[in-house]
């Protein structure tokens, strides 16, 4: 039983393919979403259905997989069992636990409403329909400039989502909107991006972070670094102090782990990642793995970051590893984890590379033309590249948005 | 003023684009929604941005042209004023109602939320969303067979919507779904076309309804004829006496004019729709025109049908009216209609096609491929049909369904 239908269980699945064993996949959602590109959704850049895939698409017509759409209420570890929201019990001889990460607002949940994030498919499409209502609420206005609010965004977190959303928040506000408004002007849309930190990016080395800070100001965002935000309302947000009128909180920040491991009795971390061992399996649970973003992995100076090549990597170990049981192999040697380094896009003409060692850093134009490359070709595990490349390559050229369209609320009656 | 961004109001604002006039164009979505394809956006064939284009995007770059989005809660024929929702209120000279059809349950409203319609871009992508799980609910059961309403649609109507989205259904049953599911079998689906009339299409021939007919049925669509709905719950629907138990009714049957004009206080006809003299103007309202389908526009025995071409030849004629009275040039001749005539899809690989004057009568292949180039190059005003295209292509030759992601509700903090 795989729980999560994510990066990891979609390839741990995969690996097993052509084992003798039979892989249920259990995911509440029915689709694995491609989260590098979500803030693509949230900007109108891509429709939803081109950053997502439905698992059963992709593991369907595999004969020894089937895939469950159902929420895990409980894993009971004696008894072997994964019990489901709708009463039902699988049976498990391994359990591959590939939950993935949720959002965090470290201790102020009641900021939630008023600080949407930017984790599901769900949360990307709320935005976008958020974000374009606010300009459209401004166009209507009688003197948009009264109501500054309803175009001032904060980003809370200058990670790599905080940062590629305010790239083309910005762009789009610059490029796309300002000929299509007649009483609001859209370059007066102010995005702020408030860190607590001292540079954007952290994972990146701190000269990528620094052309960064420096690209994203030419591009009109406001940076604010050490600046933590204190309080977040209906109102807007106290950042460092100062108070931000804003209809437009971005959550950016924190994530920890899904509480499938705790609510397992496993042993967990302060970010609530399952602690593995070198073999992936939970200490005292031979039987149970977690991979991906949900797992804590010791590596020197601490432990694996929440990054699409850990979850490829452990999938593709721990289906091996449970093919070799199976056939009564020995045992793999520990995992080991291959970094090829990071990536991070900002706007339409620029992204920044680095690869793990530091010996490659690349800032500019063909940093992002591998960006898109490396996204198109190999990490979405989805045969419709064609569409994609498409709707990129159309709105490249015309600077054009391919789905800036407010589904909205239900119909009247 | 003109109220409504669909096929009408936009055509109109675009004939007025280098009028001395100012335009104002209100409609309460962001979004003009191509109606015709709508129903490939319920059966995943189509994302949502694939069906619609922001007013906005079409309208904004026009110099005279300012687009609002906005709910009208009043006309005033005395003051000559639209109140809007937020309570601003626009003057105007010439006023346009263009703001079309809304659905009808005929008196049974209290259908309205056991039978979800196909009307607005949330209702597809809602039907969209609710067919779906309905097979995965399927799926996830240790005997399918035992709730088979999960997996019976009852179609109440055999209209173009009908008769398409049952089509659509039907292929996506028996071609697209079956590989990918272990435990339900989807051929197993029932789809159930309900209609009180004597025939499908009642728009087209007699010929041509027969052929239609025969091909669903051929599909594996139950079409029953004569056979009024009697009663629609929870539990699925009472049809021509049968108690059919469905999770799934669809209402693809009746629709009246929006109550704009019967709000102003205007003449309506019997379907609510605005009665109009030769000139499209409304009779003692020289300044108030409508157009398209919320228009009563007489022809020999009856009136014009709501279909795409009387929205954009009665959007033209009132466009070049306005330019000649604004220029006190003599009024045009009075509006007449060149009827082109009548398509209909059922399927990948079926149409069927007929012109006003009966001479041409074609169903197959032919007539599908002629479907698809007049929809993609004619009809629908947005500029990126190349995505379009492709979607189509790659869906048609591959049997996949593009969209077939279920976004779901809020995600849990």
């Known amino acids: 039983v795989i729980i999560g239908g994510g990066l990891g269980g979609l390839f741990c699945a995969m690996t097993l393919r052509d084992a003798e064993v039979d892989v249920v996949v259990v995911d509440r959602a029915n689709h694995y979403l491609y989260q590098a590109l979500i803030y693509q959704v949230a900007t109108a850049e891509l429709d939803a259905g081109e950053v997502s895939m439905p698992i059963r698409e992709r593991l369907g017509r595999q004969k020894n997989t089937y895939v469950v759409m159902a929420e895990v209420t409980c894993v009971d570890t004696e008894l072997k069992q994964v019990r489901l929201s709708d009463d039902r019990a699988l049976d498990y001889d ?73 790239g083309a928040l910005a762009e789009m506000v610059r490029d796309t909107l300002p000929r299509e408004f007649k009483r609001f002007d859209p370059t007066t849309t102010r995005i702020i991006l408030a860190e607590a930190g001292d540079r954007v990016l952290p994972s990146f080395s701190p000269e990528i972070s620094a052309k960064v800070l420096a690209k994203l100001r030419k591009m009109g965002v406001e940076v604010r670094l050490n600046s933590p935000v204190d309080l977040i309302d209906a109102k807007g947000a106290v950042v460092a102090g100062e108070r931000i009128a804003s209809d437009n909180v971005i959550w950016t920040a924190g994530v920890r782990a899904t509480p499938t491991g705790e609510a397992a009795g496993l042993e967990i971390d302060a970010m609530g ?141």
């Open 273 to 413: 990642r399952v602690v593995v061992g070198p073999d992936l399996t939970a200490p005292g649970h031979p039987d149970i793995y977690a991979i991906g973003d949900v797992a804590h992995i010791d590596r020197e100076g601490g432990s694996l970051p929440a990054v699409a090549q850990v979850a490829v990597q452990t999938a593709k170990y721990v289906g091996h590893s449970i093919i070799d049981r199976v056939e009564s192999k020995p045992a793999q040697p520990p995992f080991s984890y291959y970094d090829k380094g990071y990536l991070a896009t900002v706007g339409r003409n620029y992204a920044v590379l680095e690869t793990a060692n530091g010996r490659v850093k690349l800032a500019g134009y063909l940093a992002k033309m591998i960006w898109a490359f490396i996204h198109l070709l190999y990490q979405m595990p989805n045969q419709d590249k064609t569409t994609m490349f498409v709707t990129w390559t159309w709105s490249y050229v015309t600077h054009r948005l391919g789905s800036r369209v407010i589904i909205g609320r239900k119909s009247r009656p």
């Open 94 to 166: 391994f359990l591959v636990i590939a939950t993935g990460l949720e959002v965090n607002y470290f201790g102020h949940d009641e900021w939630q409403p008023f600080a949407p994030t930017l984790k599901t498919l769900r949360d990307a499409v709320d935005l976008r329909e958020r974000i374009l209502s606010s300009f459209e609420h401004a166009e209507a206005l009688r003197d948009p400039s009264c109501c500054p609010e309803l175009t001032t965004f904060v980003l809370v977190g200058a990670g790599p989502t905080g940062v590629e959303l305010a």
